[in-house]
Nanobody, 125 residues
Framework: QLQLVESGGGLVQPGGSLRLSCAAS????????IGWFRQAPGKERGGVSC???????NYAESVKGRFTISRDNAKNTVYLQMSSLKPEDTAVYYC???????????????????WGQGTQVTVSS
């Protein structure tokens, strides 16, 4: 059964850092593009960053220069390193897999599978 599990969220002060993890089970993610998404209260879920199977990365303008997406195929895991966090980064963060190896902008092409539980990130003093 294909599953992605997000972890690493928490409460952090503005300017702080967190590293989120997206662990895959039931399949190997090395052939696929993986993306991070977030949903703030009262807002729609939106893309944050995407990494292709080859390691190319894209970011939403709002996080460019502050977030870094990476993948460790040996661990079947994708990471999102978040730095210089702002209160507006507060959201539930999700990862998702695309059916293809490439990204369309900062989201994976042809998302498939169901959304996981996500991990809550709260940026507050």
């Amino acid at each position: 059964q294909l599953q992605l599990v997000e972890s690493g969220g928490g409460l952090v002060q503005p300017g702080g850092s967190l590293r989120l993890s997206c662990a895959a089970s039931g399949f190997t993610l090395d052939a696929y593009a993986i993306g991070w998404f977030r949903q703030a209260p009262g807002k729609e879920r939106g893309g944050v960053s995407c990494i292709s199977s080859g390691g190319s990365t894209n970011y939403a303008e709002s996080v460019k220069g502050r977030f870094t997406i990476s993948r460790d195929n040996a661990k079947n895991t994708v990471y999102l390193q978040m730095s210089s966090l702002k209160p507006e980064d507060t959201a539930v963060y999700y990862c998702a897999v695309g059916a293809r190896s490439y990204c369309l902008g900062y989201v994976p092409s042809s998302l498939f599978g169901s959304w996981g539980q996500g991990t809550q990130v709260t940026v507050s003093s």
